[in-house]
C-alpha cells in the first residue's frame, strides 16, 4: 500500500521554484538513463554479426604447413606403432648386410670425393659479424646462420671475385672426414647410406697418408722431371683398381649456363609461372637472385661445369646428338611400337616429329628462335659489341646488390638479345663479354674445347686436366673406369630467354622465358627443353666418355682402359615409407639405390666389370655417341 501511495504521489506533484535538490535529483534521472539504456544496448550488440575476416594468401599458406606436419607426424606415428612384420612395411634387407651374408669382404681401400655441392664447410677465421661461429658449419647442416645473419652468411661464403681465393680475413674450409658428406642438412642423406653398407662388410674410417699420392695421382701435379711424372702415373697403375664416378658432369652440364646468365633453373621458372613479380618485387626488396649471383660467380666450380666439347659434342645450330629425343609419352610408345616391329614405311615417318628438336641453341631469345631453321632467323651471324653502362651512383641509389651486369648498358643487352640464338661455342663469347672478370679469373684454370694434338706440351697445363677432351688417361692397362648414372628423369638442355622488363631497381636483365610451352616433341616447358638424364646431368654428359671417348684404345685413352657404363633407371618411391627412394635414378637420390649401392660394394671387393655384367644401358647413349664426330 505505501508503495502506491508513493507512486501517488509522484504523479501529482506540481512544480515548485529550481532548487539545488532538483538539479541533483535530475543528474541523478539522467545517470539511471544512461546506464538503462546501455543495459538494454548491450543484449544487441551481442547478436550482431561481425564482418568476416578477409582471407590472404598467408592464411592459406600457414593452413597448408599445418596441414602437411599434422600428416606426416600422425604417419610418422603410425608407422612406428604398427608391428613391423605387417604386409608391405617390412624394410628391405640392406645390400651390405645381404652381400656379407654371401661372404663378401672388404678388400680394397676406398676413397671418396663428394661433389662441390654436397661437402660440408665450417668457418676458421671470420668478419666481426661471424662471433661465435669458429669451427661451425656455414655450408651443409642446419643452415640456421642463413636466418640468422643472412648478409654475413653470404660475405663469408662468396670467394675474391678477382683470385678466387679467400677475401682478406675469411678463411673457410672443408669438414674433415667422412662427416662431412654423409649428411648434407639433417635428414637428408647424401653418402651416408652408401658408408653404412659400405661398413657392413668390413669397412671402416681411417686417415692414411698414402691419400696425399693418390691426390698426386689424380690431378698430376707437375713435376720439374718428366721422370717424376712417369712415376706418377706408373703408381696409378700399381695402386688404383677402379674408379667408379656415380652421377659424373663429364662434359659439364647446360643447367650452369642458366646459373651465370640469370641465377635461374628449372624451379626458379616454375616460381615465376605460379607467382608473377615474387621474385621481381621491388616492393619486398628480397633482391634473391641478385645475391645468389653475386656469390655463385665467384666460385670456380660454377665455370667448370659449362659444356665442354663445343659444339661438336653438344650440337649447332640445326643439329644436336638428341634431336630424336620424345618427351610426349603417347609419341614415344607409338614410335616404340614401330622399332620392335622393324615397320620403316613412309606411314611411320608420316608420324615421326617433322622438325627436329634444336637442342644445340643451348640459349634462344623467344620460342621462335628455338623452332625455326636457322637460314628464317636474322641477326645469328651477328657480332655483339658490348659497352659500359652508365654512372654506378645510380644503382646506390636502388640498394642494388653489384653484379657484372651493372657494368653492360641496356643498348648492350638489346644487342644480345637481337643474335637470337646461341651455340656451346659461342655461348663462351657471350659470357665473356657480359662478366669478364669472371671469365678472366676462370680460364687461367678451366678449358672447354677438344684438343688438336695432347701430346702438344701445352695441354700439360693444369687447367686442361678437368676436361676429359683435352687431356690423356694415365698408362695403367689393367685400371677400370665406370659411369654410374641415373636415367628416365626429364632433364635441362637448352632455355628460352628474354629480356626482362625494365625497372628502376633491377639489375639481372635476362631471364627464362616462362610463358614459352609446348613443343613438336613435348620436351619444352616453362622455357626449359628437357632430355633424358637424372635431373642435373643429361645422358649426353655422362656417359659419352666411357660410351665412346675412352672406350678401347683411343687418343684420350692409349693404354686401353676398361670403361663401362651402368645405368638405373629411375623409379619413383611407391609410398612415403620408401622415403626418397630405394630404385631412384635422382642426381642425389641415387645413393640410396639398392643396385648401385651393391655395384659399388661388389667392386670395391674385388670384383671386375665382366663380373658385374659389364654395361647396363637403358638410354639413347650409343646411339647419340655415333652421331658425334669426334677425332678418337
Not at 604417419?75 to 612384420?85: S, T
Not at 718428366?226 to 659439364?252: E, Y
Request: charged share 25%; net charge neutral; hydrophobic share 35%.
Amino acid at each position: 500500500m505505501s508503495s502506491v501511495l508513493r507512486f501517488r504521489k509522484l504523479c501529482f506533484l506540481e512544480p515548485t521554484k529550481y532548487s539545488a535538490y532538483d538539479e541533483k535529483t535530475k543528474d541523478q534521472k539522467n545517470y539511471e538513463n544512461v546506464n538503462t539504456a546501455l543495459l538494454e544496448n548491450k543484449p544487441k550488440q551481442k547478436h550482431q554479426k561481425k564482418p568476416p575476416k578477409e582471407w590472404r594468401c598467408i592464411d592459406s599458406c600457414c593452413w597448408m604447413v599445418g596441414y602437411l606436419c599434422t600428416t606426416w607426424w600422425l604417419l610418422l606415428f603410425l608407422y612406428h606403432c604398427l608391428p613391423a612384420n605387417l604386409p608391405g612395411l617390412q624394410v628391405p634387407e640392406p645390400p651390405g648386410a645381404r652381400l656379407s651374408r654371401q661372404g663378401l669382404t672388404a678388400l680394397h681401400p676406398v676413397v671418396m670425393v663428394p661433389g662441390i655441392v654436397t661437402g660440408g664447410l665450417e668457418l676458421w677465421e671470420g668478419r666481426a659479424c661471424s662471433e661465435g661461429l669458429f669451427r661451425q658449419r656455414l655450408w651443409g647442416g642446419s643452415f640456421t646462420e642463413i636466418f640468422k645473419r643472412p648478409m654475413c652468411w653470404l660475405e663469408h661464403l662468396s670467394l675474391d671475385n678477382e683470385t678466387g681465393l679467400d677475401p682478406p680475413g675469411i678463411r673457410v674450409r672443408a669438414v674433415p672426414g667422412l662427416v662431412a658428406a654423409d649428411y648434407f642438412a639433417p635428414g637428408y642423406f647424401v653418402w651416408a647410406i652408401l658408408i653404412e653398407n659400405l661398413a657392413r662388410i668390413g669397412y671402416e674410417e681411417r686417415i692414411c697418408t698414402w691419400l696425399l699420392m693418390i691426390g698426386d695421382c689424380l690431378f698430376r701435379t707437375q713435376s720439374p722431371s718428366a721422370h717424376g711424372r712417369r712415376w706418377r702415373l706408373d703408381w696409378c697403375a700399381k695402386h688404383i683398381k677402379s674408379i667408379m664416378n656415380i652421377g659424373p658432369a663429364f662434359l659439364g652440364v647446360p643447367k650452369a649456363v642458366g646459373n651465370v646468365l640469370s641465377a635461374e633453373c628449372k624451379d626458379v621458372a616454375f616460381i615465376r609461372a605460379m607467382a608473377p613479380g615474387l621474385l621481381d618485387s621491388e616492393i619486398f626488396g628480397l633482391q634473391a637472385l641478385e645475391h645468389v649471383m653475386r656469390v655463385s660467380r665467384t666460385w670456380d666450380s660454377i665455370i667448370s661445369l659449362l659444356p665442354k666439347g663445343g659444339d661438336t659434342i653438344w650440337g649447332d645450330l640445326d643439329w644436336s646428338p638428341e634431336e630424336d629425343h620424345v618427351c610426349d609419352s603417347a609419341m614415344k610408345k607409338y614410335q616404340q611400337q614401330f622399332d620392335m616391329k622393324g615397320n620403316n614405311t613412309d606411314g611411320r615417318r608420316g608420324f615421326q616429329v617433322q622438325e627436329s628438336t634444336k637442342y644445340g641453341r643451348i640459349v634462344s631469345f623467344g620460342k621462335a628462335a628455338s623452332e625455326l631453321h636457322s637460314s628464317e632467323i636474322s641477326g645469328l651471324g651477328s657480332q655483339v659489341y658490348l659497352h659500359n653502362a652508365t654512372s654506378p651512383q645510380s644503382l646506390a641509389s636502388c640498394g642494388k646488390v653489384w653484379t657484372e651486369y651493372d657494368e653492360v648498358s641496356p643498348e648492350s643487352i638489346r644487342r644480345i638479345s637481337e643474335k637470337k640464338a646461341y651455340t656451346a661455342n659461342t655461348l663462351l663469347e657471350l659470357i665473356r663479354s657480359i662478366a669478364p672478370k669472371m671469365m678472366r679469373r676462370a680460364e687461367a684454370h678451366f678449358s672447354h674445347g677438344i684438343a688438336d694434338n695432347l701430346d702438344d706440351p701445352i695441354y700439360n697445363h693444369y687447367k686442361y686436366w678437368s676436361n676429359p677432351l683435352e687431356t690423356k688417361l694415365p698408362d695403367a692397362p689393367d685400371m677400370e673406369i665406370y659411369s654410374l648414372y641415373g636415367v628416365g628423369i626429364p632433364t635441362e638442355r637448352s632455355y628460352v630467354y628474354k629480356v626482362s622488363s625494365s625497372g628502376r631497381c633491377k639489375n639481372i636483365p635476362l631471364q627464362i622465358d616462362s610463358s614459352a610451352d609446348g613443343s613438336r616433341n613435348g620436351c619444352l616447358k616453362g622455357g626449359v627443353y628437357f632430355v633424358d638424364g637424372d635431373e642435373s646431368v643429361p645422358v649426353l654428359s655422362a656417359g659419352f666418355m666411357c660410351a665412346k671417348g675412352w672406350r678401347g684404345k683411343t687418343r684420350f685413352n692409349p693404354s686401353g682402359i676398361a670403361t663401362y657404363v651402368r645405368e638405373y633407371k629411375h623409379k619413383a618411391p611407391a609410398n612415403l615409407l620408401e622415403g626418397r627412394g630405394l630404385q631412384s635414378g635422382a642426381h642425389v637420390d641415387i645413393m640410396g639405390n639398392i643396385a648401385l649401392i651393391e655395384d659399388v660394394l661388389r667392386v670395391a671387393a674385388g670384383a671386375s666389370g665382366v663380373e658385374l655384367g659389364g654395361d647396363r644401358i637403358y638410354s639413347d647413349i650409343m646411339k647419340m655417341s655415333e652421331k658425334i664426330n669426334v677425332r678418337l
